[in-house]
């Protein structure tokens, strides 16, 4: 595998990508001709076949792209910044933080206003979570520190949301809490997704400059910075970047767990530990990861579907724990 | 012999204590729905307390009635405090507090949540001699069923497709109400028809397949939001039915099963003409 060049390694991880996004449309929980759906879907009065093509599948399927590659490259970046392999949106509180704002605008009638006051309410929580969690760690943090800030931040933000859950307006609050600890991508239409596009698409632009400077970086600050590189500038753009990102996306779907963890580590030893050409491979990665998960929930049988974080993290947390007795063996 | 006898004098005793026992006098409900049918059939002095929720205008048929009672939160100091000779509380009330109300010596009677209008019909019955107010009972009953009657009697040319669709996205199939509500004013029931048993989530596209001809949905706490209610401003439910709107059905008539159901059925029968 690591004969593999970088433009081999994308070509396929598009290939696998566009495969899984045309089997996604297929999956449902009635089987329906697709062919003919797509066909009767351009027409003036498009059928029922075509309506749960484009109105149920469709916007299913791209938010699942679009969530999952925007958790896989903030990992890649989080973990590039901060020099950090256990960083990434789920661990130092930019998910929880955006599950707390969308929550605070959501419940309590803030996006009745406009509906942009959704993201907006993401992003503003998944920055702030995450500059809290950055703070009390400190600039050099060790691996422990950070996560223990991590945990902090998270239960604090999760008390949170149980909290005003608790106290919204609405009766059906409460019991969605679940939610936005394991998020779902069920029942989303079109709309939602025009909701969280600009965000996410600003976020990417964001990081996508970024990729140099945290090349740069693996060398260490110093290095970076006789480099020519302004760590503080770095720093802000790429919190800001995640923030915009995966407050977009979570304000959304509510918090999918470890896809932002898992990917990165999994694809680094391919792209020869180089965080620029990471954050690509990653995005890809998580796309596919998040829209494999996806499908697998639609597939399972049974009257209720069960939240896609659930399986995320039941992948997600055996390879965490994988991952905390590695680096536990590096530091003994 | 002589303990047989004595058995026997004790059986009648017995018998006679039970037939003798006066009706209720000062009576506790810790539901909303016995809630309702005690306000329905007693006299004002049998009512010691109903809860809070029987005063909420959105959920209770009788908040107007309700207006002027005691409330109780259902917790047991308040409750022992009223000293109620009779407890009703519905088959779901937290058992723990029944358990502790019925060791303390008070009368607790649990009524069946239901999902039927002969289980309406009974629990009127049960809880008609338990306050002494049969007549009264019965005439809540007989008026009930001539309404559903004058409904269920039309002659109707077509029986279009519809369902309820509720906030979280579930849908009222077999043995609920709203199933036994809609075929009795002339509709069919698609939640029922895909095979949907009492209370379920309906997906999205098995919904869309079975092509509704009218949704029906029960609005609560109008003013607030959540994820669950936005899933009825789905857009793919205005493509539906032909865009036609969704119609509202008090969620007052069905939250408890009484005799407001006849309400029920007379809305669902109007709808035909909206």
């Known amino acids: 595998m690591n004969k593999l060049s970088q433009k081999h390694l994308l070509q396929l991880f598009t290939l696998l990508l566009a495969a899984l996004t045309v089997s996604s449309l297929f999956v449902g929980s009635n089987p329906i001709p697709i062919v003919q759906a797509l066909l009767e879907s351009f027409s003036d009065d498009p059928s029922i076949f075509a309506i749960i093509l484009t109105e149920v599948r469709l916007p299913r399927t791209l938010i699942a792209v679009i969530v999952g590659a925007t958790l896989g490259a903030s990992g890649a970046a989080m973990q590039g910044l901060l020099r950090n392999p256990l960083a990434s949106p789920g661990l130092i509180g930019s998910a929880s933080g955006a599950a707390l704002g969308a929550v605070i605008v959501l419940y309590f009638g803030l996006v009745s206003l406009f509906s942009l006051a959704l993201p907006l309410g993401g992003i503003i929580g998944s920055l702030f979570a995450t500059l809290l969690v950055y703070l009390l760690s400190g600039r050099q943090a060790g691996t422990v520190t950070l996560i223990l800030a991590g945990v902090a931040v998270n239960a604090l933000t999760l008390a949170m949301i149980s909290l005003l859950l608790n106290l919204a307006p609405s009766p059906y609050a409460v019991q969605e809490i679940v939610l936005w600890m394991l998020g779902s991508l069920a029942n989303h239409s079109l709309d939602d997704l025009w909701v969280m596009l600009p965000g996410t698409l600003l976020g990417w632009a964001l990081l996508l400059g970024c990729g140099r400077k945290l090349d740069a970086l693996t060398l260490g600050e110093e290095t970076a910075q006789s480099m020519g590189i302004n760590l503080f500038r770095l720093r802000w753009r790429v919190f800001l970047a995640v923030a915009l990102a995966v407050g977009s996306a979570i304000s959304v779907t509510g918090s999918i767990g470890f896809i932002g963890l898992v990917v990165p580590h999994l694809l680094r030893p391919l792209v020869g530990y180089q965080p620029g050409r990471l954050m690509t491979v990653s995005a890809l990665g998580g796309a596919i990861l998040l829209l494999a998960a996806d499908i697998s929930v639609r597939l399972l049988p049974g009257s209720t579907e069960i939240n896609v974080g659930v399986i995320t993290s039941l992948v997600g947390a055996p390879f965490f724990l994988y991952l905390i007795l590695k680096t536990r063996r590096y530091q003994l | ?274």
């Not at chain 2, 259902?74 to 405090?81: C, H, K, M, S, W």
């Not at chain 2, 502790?100 to 309406?120: D, M, Y």
């Not at chain 2, 401003?233 to 159901?261: N, S, T």
């Open chain 2, 1 to 274: 012999m002589g303990r047989l006898f004595k058995q026997s004098l004790l059986l009648t005793l017995l018998l006679l204590s039970t037939q003798l026992q006066a009706a209720a006098t000062r009576v506790v409900s810790i539901n909303l729905c016995t809630d309702q049918l005690l306000l329905l059939l007693a006299d004002e002095s049998q009512v010691a307390s109903i809860t809070f929720l029987a005063q909420d205008r959105t959920s209770s048929f009788m908040a107007e009635q309700a207006a002027h009672h005691t409330v109780n939160h259902a917790r047991v100091e308040e409750l022992i405090a009223q000293q109620p000779d009779l407890v009703l509380a519905s088959e779901y009330s937290d058992p723990a507090l029944v358990l502790l109300l019925e060791r303390l010596g008070f009368q607790v009677e649990r009524f069946p949540s239901a999902n039927a209008i002969q289980t309406i019909r009974d629990n009127i019955h049960r809880l008609a001699s338990l306050l002494g107010q049969e007549r009264r009972g019965d005439q809540l009953i007989a008026e009930m069923d001539r309404r559903i009657e004058r409904i269920a009697a039309k002659p109707r040319a077509t029986r279009p497709r519809a369902l309820f669709y509720q906030v979280r996205g579930y849908t009222s199939g077999k043995n609920t109400l709203q199933d036994e509500a809609l075929q009795l004013a002339g509709w069919q029931n698609l939640s029922s028809q895909v095979g949907i048993s009492g209370y379920a989530q309906i997906d999205l596209e098995t919904l869309l397949l079975a092509e509704p001809e009218q949704l029906f949905t029960s609005s609560y706490a109008a003013n607030s939001d959540s994820i669950g209610q936005r899933q009825l401003r789905h857009p793919v439910l205005q493509q539906l039915a032909g865009g036609k709107p969704m119609a509202e059905i008090d969620y007052r008539f069905w939250i408890c099963g009484g005799p407001m159901i006849a309400d029920a059925i007379e809305a669902l029968d109007v709808a035909h003409w909206q």
